[in-house]
């Protein structure tokens, strides 16, 4: 942490994201995600800040008990378990580089011979989708007792609706996962894949439950409400690094420019940011830039970081 002023009294933080969250909301630009009737009906006005300190304390504003659809930031809790399973054999078949393109695209994918460029965009979610049907008799299950291990079984459920809108609706995404299965990067059956990748990104959660659920990663791999270790220190690093070059998408560079922090998120308005040994900041509000990220919730966070001098460059 560097610059800026460092307030960690309580009092001072919530006045703090009682200020932002009243600044954010007066936001008007940026558009609900339409690609599923499901995230389309989703109202824009909602607005949800949290900040969670590895003093255990849970700060926030808005709507942060109400679950949204966390979509790609279910990238991250994917990947822990992979990494947790497969260990560095992953980095043969998922590139650790970002990719510079949308999310969702697939020019890159054919170039690089069906090895997608990082675990943060679809082609690389659907991969490590794959290792986690290839390795686990019930994926689902076992993303899904992970993450309540992390933040409490009421706090994360699965949308059942927005999984099948997303099975109807995913033409680009079973085209990244047939183009790599042409290359032999994928494993199982294609269908069991996407099935696993649009069933974790129907997961919804709150902002209080994923500040806790992923303050791990700024605490050197162990929780700091349940005092377990999650991952060793190192593969918390390494999660936050690809958080950090790949985890806005290709907007991941403004990120760095004007926040600092590693970070993830989610089309339908979530964003996580880790501050190392300090936190975890948390926001959510539906309407999403161009790249796909909130309009309000990069605004929040970023007023936060800088106001508490949190960036890590
Ligand atoms: O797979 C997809 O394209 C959607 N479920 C969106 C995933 C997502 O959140 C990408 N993000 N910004």
Known sequence: MSGGQQIN?????????KRVHEQAQKLSEGVVANYIPALAEVNP?????TVATLDGQITSQGDS?????????????????AMERVGDDLWQRVQMEPSGQP???????????????????????????????????????????????LCGDDHVQADNRVHQSE???????SALAY???????????????????????????STEGLARSLAFLANRGTCPFSGKRITSHREAQRINALMSTSGMYDQSGHFAFTVG???????????VA?????????AWSPPLNSYGNSVRGMEMIRKVATELGLSVY
């Open 179 to 205: 183009l790599m299965k042409s290359f032999g990067n994928i494993e199982a059956d294609v269908t069991e894949v996407l099935d696993h990748y649009f069933w974790q990104c129907s997961l919804t959660m």
């Open 261 to 271: 922090l590693p970070a993830k998120s989610g089309v339908g308005g979530g964003i």
């Open 103 to 149: 999310f969702n695209s697939i020019v890159q994918l054919e170039w690089e011979k069906g090895i997608p460029r990082n675990p943060m965009i679809n082609a690389g979610a659907i991969l490590v989708s794959d290792v986690l049907v290839s390795h686990y008799s019930a994926s689902k299950s076992a993303v899904l007792s992970m993450v309540r291990n």
């Open 65 to 81: 008990q109400t679950q949204f659809s966390i979509q790609s930031i279910s990238k991250v809790f994917g990947l822990m378990l």
């Open 9 to 17: 009294a309580p009092d001072n933080l919530e006045s703090l994201l």
């Open 45 to 49: 006005d909602q607005c949800a800040l």
């Open 167 to 173: 099975l109807e609706h995913g033409s680009r995404n």
């Open 274 to 282: 880790i501050v190392p040994d300090y936190g975890v900041i948390a």
